[in-house]
Nanobody
Framework: QVQLVESGGGSVQAGASLTLSCAAS????????TGWLRQAPGKEREFVAG????????YYSASVEGRFTVSRVNARNTVYLQMNELKPEDTAVYYC?????????????????????WGQGTQVTVSS
């Protein structure tokens, strides 16, 4: 079955950078869109970034556009999230996500409900 294992979270000060990694297994990675969702305390899970199965399309939420970069290496079954200029409002549990389908694999959804497979999450805390 789909397994996604995140790493790289931590506690940093505002303005710092972090890179999250997600190791995927149990499925044909190159046929799935992958992405990142996050959930802050008391808030609903939200879409952060998505990347198509071959990496030619990337999508971001407005709140992270220009600061975060999603990438993937299919040969390593790994997806990354480079986060720069972190802000306290970026504090959340970050989840790696995967989705496959005739359309969604090439056009990742911005709707968090359209990502059926998630990892266990990694905490990112940004202090001011």
């Amino acid at each position: 079955q789909v397994q996604l294992v995140e790493s790289g979270g931590g506690s940093v000060q505002a303005g710092a950078s972090l890179t999250l990694s997600c190791a995927a297994s149990g499925f044909t990675f190159s046929t799935y869109a992958t992405g990142w969702l996050r959930q802050a305390p008391g808030k609903e899970r939200e879409f952060v970034a998505g990347i198509s199965r071959n990496g030619d399309r990337t999508y971001y939420s407005a709140s992270v556009e220009g600061r975060f970069t999603v990438s993937r290496v299919n040969a390593r079954n790994t997806v990354y999230l480079q986060m720069n200029e972190l802000k306290p409002e970026d504090t959340a549990v970050y989840y790696c996500a995967a989705a496959a389908g005739m359309y969604v694999s090439d056009f990742p959804s911005r709707d968090p409900n359209n990502w059926p497979d998630w990892g266990q999450g990694t905490q990112v805390t940004v202090s001011s």
